[in-house]
């Protein structure tokens, strides 16, 4: 019989959509797209903010919101090219790049790049798709389109954060903070670690915080640089982007520097942030401002470096280093930056093992071994938010059992990730059902 062993099962292969179904269901999910965009314009200029089809003809014709991700998109599209296509493309881009940049920096603008980036990507998606065929118009279109999900997905994350202001407009961060307590109060420690480290260090850690889309790239391109394994480090990285936010609008918080900092605009309780830490046994949800984004709980940019981390490992020695330099980097400057709480980090590292649990190794299929995870993940994040907000005057004042409990049971949960996926895999019984980011592994 012709099939796939799963966990001691035979499973059939799949039946391959045809051609006309896939363009069907493609055609579905762009026109969705489009007018998720619309619908978000719309409400972004009722509201009185740039709307995410504003932005995207700012990175056609006019000043690019970020330099790095219309380039980080275009190189996702690399993938899908020829050598020869790739040096062609990358030129382009490059010429189009500087004489914009000159134009517009001539005209009294910004000195920034982008556009010839986002140009050239839809270029290449254009005359794929009129020009190519069969196998070559596949692979250039999957990279583009994941290039240009990857540029949409940024600006559908900016109006995201403008609704999160309208959806809390009372913030818990007294409660974070009150749970945080029982793990020493991190980002007070950190923060008073950064002021320390001066200027340098202080550019080190701004630069790798604001820049985590060049570790991504670096790390998909060398996943991706022999055509397209099963598992990518794009998938959850965009799958953490999509579910990540969700949690804004369900547990709003702005942070240390705000809640209880110097950058609270007035609505701070004090300017405790990082000298003096706050111990107040009655903590309630408080009002903030119409201008900071509630985008605390859980931290993603904990959730997209231990991505980062844990896709690099199956890389040469210089990607696991850079993996590792990048998480550590990120972690401290979420700290040591006031920009999140303790807690919010051991959230977000529950939510990208849950994640990966449910991307990684997808030939393996949905066996026990997978739900188990999800949903022991799913339960966790849960539990994790419910302590945060009715228990954290009990998680303050005992942590000498809080603190076991917030660190030992997600460290648990990664225990159950790892031994699912990477030591079970080095046995012979599971060798064989594994496909690794570079291939298969055994056959």
Same mark, same amino acid.
């Given at each position: 019989?012709?099939?796939?062993?799963?966990?001691?099962?035979?499973?059939?292969?799949? =039946?391959?959509?045809?051609?006309?179904?896939?363009?069907?269901?493609?055609?579905?999910?762009? &026109?969705?797209?489009?007018?998720?965009?619309?619908?978000?314009?719309?409400?972004?200029?009722?509201?009185?903010?740039?709307?995410?089809?504003?932005?995207?003809?700012?990175?056609?014709?006019?000043?690019?919101?970020?330099?790095?991700?219309?380039?980080?998109?275009?190189?996702?599209?690399?993938? #899908?090219?020829?050598?020869?296509?790739?040096?062609?493309?990358?030129?382009?881009?490059?010429?189009?790049?500087?004489?914009?940049?000159?134009?517009?920096?001539?005209?009294?603008?910004?000195?920034?790049?982008?556009?010839?980036?986002?140009?050239?990507?839809?270029?290449? #998606?254009?005359?794929?798709?009129?020009?190519?065929?069969?196998?070559?118009? +596949?692979?250039?279109?999957?990279?583009?389109?994941?290039? &240009? !999900?990857?540029?949409?997905?940024?600006?559908?994350?900016?109006?995201?954060?403008?609704?999160?202001?309208?959806?809390?407009?009372?913030?818990?961060?007294?409660?974070?903070?009150?749970?945080?307590?029982?793990?020493?109060?991190?980002?007070?420690?950190? #923060?008073?670690?950064?002021?320390?480290?001066?200027?340098?260090?202080?550019?080190?850690?701004?630069?790798?915080?604001?820049?985590?889309?060049?570790?991504?790239?670096?790390?998909?391109?060398?996943?991706? +640089?022999?055509?397209?394994?099963?598992?990518?480090?794009? =998938?959850?990285?965009?799958?953490?982007?999509?579910?990540?936010?969700?949690?804004?609008?369900?547990?709003?918080?702005?942070?240390?520097?705000?809640?209880?900092?110097?950058?609270?605009?007035?609505?701070?309780?004090?300017?405790?942030?990082?000298?003096?830490?706050?111990?107040?046994?009655?903590? $309630?949800?408080?009002?903030?401002?119409?201008?900071?984004?509630?985008?605390?709980?859980?931290?993603?940019?904990?959730?997209?470096? !231990?991505?980062?981390?844990?896709?690099?490992?199956?890389?040469?020695?210089?990607?696991?280093?850079? #993996?590792?330099?990048?998480?550590?980097?990120?972690?401290? &400057?979420?700290?040591?930056?006031?920009?999140?709480?303790?807690?919010?980090?051991?959230?977000?590292?529950?939510?990208?093992?849950?994640?990966?649990?449910?991307?990684?190794?997808?030939? =393996?299929?949905?066996?026990?071994? +997978?739900?188990?995870?999800?949903?022991?993940?799913?339960?966790?994040?849960?539990?994790?938010?419910? $302590?945060?907000?009715?228990?954290?005057?009990?998680?303050?004042?005992?942590?000498?059992?809080?603190?076991?409990?917030?660190?030992?049971?997600?460290?648990?949960?990664?225990?159950?990730?790892?031994?699912?996926?990477?030591?079970?895999?080095?046995?012979?019984?599971?060798?064989?059902?594994?496909?690794?980011?570079?291939?298969?592994?055994? +056959?």
């Amino acid at each position: 019989m012709n099939g796939v062993l799963v966990d001691g099962g035979a499973r059939t292969e799949p =039946r391959r959509l045809d051609g006309r179904t896939r363009s069907l269901l493609l055609g579905g999910v762009v &026109a969705a797209g489009l007018a998720i965009l619309i619908a978000l314009q719309i409400f972004a200029l009722s509201r009185g903010f740039e709307g995410p089809l504003t932005s995207l003809f700012n990175d056609f014709a006019g000043t690019p919101k970020s330099a790095s991700v219309p380039w980080a998109g275009l190189a996702l599209a690399m993938v #899908g090219l020829t050598n020869r296509q790739r040096v062609l493309a990358l030129s382009s881009a490059v010429a189009l790049d500087v004489v914009i940049a000159a134009i517009r920096y001539l005209a009294g603008g910004p000195l920034t790049v982008g556009n010839g980036a986002v140009i050239v990507l839809t270029a290449i #998606g254009v005359y794929a798709g009129a020009k190519w065929q069969g196998e070559q118009r +596949r692979s250039a279109l999957m990279g583009v389109g994941l290039g &240009a !999900l990857l540029i949409v997905a940024t600006k559908f994350g900016d109006v995201w954060l403008h609704i999160t202001i309208l959806a809390g407009p009372q913030v818990l961060d007294q409660y974070v903070q009150l749970a945080d307590h029982a793990l020493g109060n991190p980002s007070w420690v950190m #923060g008073e670690v950064v002021d320390a480290l001066g200027s340098v260090g202080y550019g080190v850690l701004h630069w790798v915080y604001i820049e985590l889309p060049v570790a991504a790239i670096v790390v998909a391109l060398y996943q991706l +640089r022999k055509g397209w394994p099963s598992h990518h480090l794009v =998938r959850t990285f965009l799958l953490i982007g999509l579910v990540g936010p969700v949690f804004y609008i369900l547990f709003p918080v702005v942070g240390p520097i705000f809640a209880f900092g110097a950058d609270g605009n007035g609505f701070q309780v004090g300017d405790f942030w990082p000298s003096v830490v706050p111990f107040d046994l009655t903590p $309630s949800a408080m009002p903030f401002d119409d201008a900071t984004p509630r985008n605390c709980m859980p931290s993603l940019h904990t959730a997209w470096a !231990l991505a980062i981390f844990l896709h690099s490992r199956q890389g040469p020695w210089w990607l696991r280093w850079g #993996g590792m330099f990048w998480l550590l980097c990120t972690l401290t &400057a979420t700290l040591g930056f006031g920009y999140h709480y303790g807690v919010d980090l051991i959230a977000g590292a529950v939510l990208t093992l849950t994640l990966e649990s449910a991307l990684r190794a997808p030939e =393996r299929g949905w066996g026990w071994f +997978r739900l188990r995870l999800v949903a022991s993940g799913a339960v966790l994040i849960a539990a994790l938010l419910l $302590s945060y907000r009715f228990l954290a005057v009990e998680i303050a004042e005992y942590p000498a059992v809080s603190a076991p409990l917030l660190l030992g049971v997600p460290a648990l949960f990664a225990y159950g990730y790892w031994r699912t996926f990477y030591r079970d895999l080095s046995s012979p019984r599971s060798a064989h059902l594994s496909l690794s980011e570079d291939g298969p592994s055994a +056959r």
